[in-house]
Structures are given as structure tokens and as C-alpha cells.
């Protein structure tokens, strides 16, 4: 596993630089690293679009993906999210 800054608590296995991407590449790289993942690893993304909350939101409930954190610092969403043992296919 990955250790980031001490800023954040979790750690993570992988890690997607959103920022800057607009609706919808932040949700459709992210669920192109949680395909490729095992059961339980930890994906944390950072995105810079406004819509970011409620996309992952609504993309891991549909999902069964699990959103452990979600963060709004300085303009940037942090989403740490645990990858569904059983992901439903959407």
C-alpha cells in the first residue's frame, strides 16, 4: 500500500488525478482502476469538477463500490473509495 501525505488518514492502493477533467472522464477513469482492482483495495481520487460529489455518489451506489471518505479542500474533492467485492456491472 501507498502512504500519502500525513494530511490524509487512509491509506491507499491506487491513486487518479482527476483534476481538471470535466463530467464525465473523473468517473469513467475511475471505473476503468476499480475494474482492474482487487476486492477491498482502496482507490483515492482527486477531481476538480463541481458535479464530482454527486457523480461518485451515484456511481458507487449503483455500484455497490464503497465512498470511505469525500473531502472538499482548497476547491479539490478527495474521494477514497473501496472497491465492491461483487461490483455490480453498470
Known amino acids: ?3 500519502p501525505d500525513p494530511q490524509e488518514a487512509t491509506e491507499f ?10 463530467c464525465p472522464l473523473p468517473i469513467l477513469k475511475s471505473k476503468l482502476l476499480l475494474n482492474k482492482m482487487q476486492a477491498d483495495e ?3 481520487v482527486e477531481a476538480t469538477d463541481p458535479h464530482s460529489k454527486v457523480d461518485f455518489e451515484a456511481y458507487c451506489a449503483r455500484t455497490d463500490h464503497e465512498i470511505i471518505n469525500s473531502v472538499l479542500s482548497e476547491g479539490v474533492y478527495r474521494f477514497t473509495i ?7 456491472k453498470i
Open 1 to 3: 500500500m501507498i502512504k
Open 42 to 44: 482502496i482507490l483515492l
Open 82 to 88: 473501496k472497491r465492491a467485492r461483487n461490483p455490480k
Open 13 to 22: 492502493d491506487q491513486y487518479l488525478d482527476a483534476k481538471g477533467l470535466n
